[in-house]
């Protein structure tokens, strides 16, 4: 298996408190890796070590096959990155400043300006400085410095806030094509998981600091891909016969008045038969599909993905 980077137990610990605590990433060339966790989380601290732009405290770096040193900076030619509040020359154009930023970069090519602009949607926009653009744009322009060069590895740091709907679903084509058709690795960081869930290969979510998981996107999908949703009249009542008198120890109580059931055997006629018994009244039950979203609600509590 070929890594493009991976972290061994990599800590930054600031005023004596770990903000990122021995936290191992393993991505992989070729992938889109999705790198999920609220705000404060440890995200953008994770990629400012990798991008050189902070010191570990603790813990090691590799980068394309390479341990990071304090003194290591030849990497970052090969890598393409937003991280945090996108920085431009506000005075110039959307096109001088990628101009610059490929001279700087020793990229040569004034096609690459014309097509990235038109592939993050700013053609229209392009003789205008980006002290004049929304949010929106500004964070456009910044994937498109990210990646015009189409480098190895692009790293991205929360690249949909602040895009509407629309843009969010170019965004998210963009990142396909460039990990399809330029074999570009892609590391991107987000809070919204149904974001992360439909273009990433692997997951991983942080959570103050620590790593909850990292796995393989085919491997979730082996996994309980389906659920039984229950709303009843009595939700405590009906958690009782699920337990004691069918055998399921694999549920979970959810929004109102709902419960989840995972991975049973029981059939789901069997279910609302022994409910009905016990004068349980059910307002639905259905089968569906588990998302990642669910995932991670099991694993690590309801209520507690945003906190
Ligand atoms: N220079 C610093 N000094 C002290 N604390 C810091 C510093 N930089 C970051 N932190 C703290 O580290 C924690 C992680 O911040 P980080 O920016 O990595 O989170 P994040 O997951 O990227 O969140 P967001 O999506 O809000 O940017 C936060 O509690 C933040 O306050």
Redesign the pocket.
Known sequence: MSYIVQTRNLTKT??GQD?VSNVSLNIKKGEIYGFL?S????????MKMLMNLIKPSNGEIEMFGEPIKEHSFTYLKRIGSMI?YPIFYEKMTAWENLELHCAYMGYHNKQAISDVLEWVGLSNVSHKPPQDFSLGMRQRLCVARAIITKPELVIL??PINGLDPEGIQSMRRLFKRLNKEYGITLFI?S?IIGEIEQIADTVSM?KQ?KLVEETSMDLLKEQNTEYIELVTSDPKKASVILHDQLNIANFKFVEGQAIRIFSTDVPQASIAKALILKDIDIHSINTKQTTLEDYFIRKIGLNKIDK
């Open positions: 600031y005023d903000v966790g705000n404060g989380a440890g995200k953008s601290t994770i945090e740091d929360e960081s809070h942080i600091g």
